[in-house]
C-alpha cells in the first residue's frame, strides 16, 4: 500500500488572476422570521405593553416641557426685573443695597379704594423695598413714576397688588 498525501495550500488570486469557481455550491435560503401570532389570549398582553410604552413616552415629554417652561420663565422673570429697576433707576434715586420685589397690577379697578394706586392702570409695575420700606408705582407705557409711598411689610400677608 501506498499512502498518499495531499497537501492544499492557500493562495490569494493576484488582481489579474481571475476567480476560480468554488467546487463546492451553497446557496443560503433565508428562513422568514417568526413573529409571535395575535391571538385572543396575546392580544391584551400586547395592548397593554403599547400602551404603557405610550403613557412613559407622554410622561417624559411632559417633564421636559415643564422643565423648560419653569427654567425659561425664571431667567425671564429676573431678566423684567433688572429692567424695571434700571429704568426706574433713571427716574428715582433707588436703595442699592437691596433687590424691589416687583408686581404687575392686572385688575386696577380692584385696587382703586387704596390711596396708593388711585391713578394704576392694568399693566403698571409696583416696586416694593421691605428694608427701607418703600413702595414705588410705575407706568412702563409712558416711562412715568405714578405714585411713591411708604409701606409697612407684613412678612406673613402676600402682595396686595394682583
Given at each position: ?22 467546487d463546492k455550491k451553497t446557496s443560503k ?99 416694593v423695598y421691605s428694608k427701607t420700606k ?29
Amino acid at each position: 500500500m501506498q499512502s498518499t498525501s495531499s497537501v492544499r495550500t492557500f493562495r490569494p488570486n493576484s488582481p489579474g488572476e481571475p476567480k476560480k469557481p468554488s467546487d463546492k455550491k451553497t446557496s443560503k435560503v433565508r428562513t422568514p422570521r417568526k413573529f409571535p401570532k395575535l391571538s385572543a389570549q396575546n392580544a391584551p398582553w400586547m395592548i397593554t405593553a403599547v400602551v404603557i410604552i405610550f403613557a412613559a413616552f407622554m410622561f417624559a415629554q411632559y417633564r421636559q416641557a415643564t422643565n423648560k417652561l419653569y427654567s425659561g420663565s425664571q431667567a425671564v422673570s429676573e431678566q423684567q426685573t433688572l429692567d424695571t429697576v434700571q429704568r426706574v433707576g433713571k427716574l428715582i434715586l433707588l436703595p442699592k443695597d437691596q433687590t424691589p420685589t416687583v408686581a404687575t397690577v392686572k385688575h386696577a379697578d380692584q385696587l382703586k379704594n387704596q390711596a396708593f394706586f388711585k391713578q394704576a392702570k392694568d399693566g403698571d409695575k409696583v416696586l416694593v423695598y421691605s428694608k427701607t420700606k418703600q413702595a414705588i408705582l410705575y407706568r412702563p407705557s409712558t416711562n412715568q413714576l405714578i405714585a411713591v409711598s411708604t409701606v409697612t411689610v407684613d412678612p406673613s400677608s402676600s402682595s396686595s397688588a394682583q
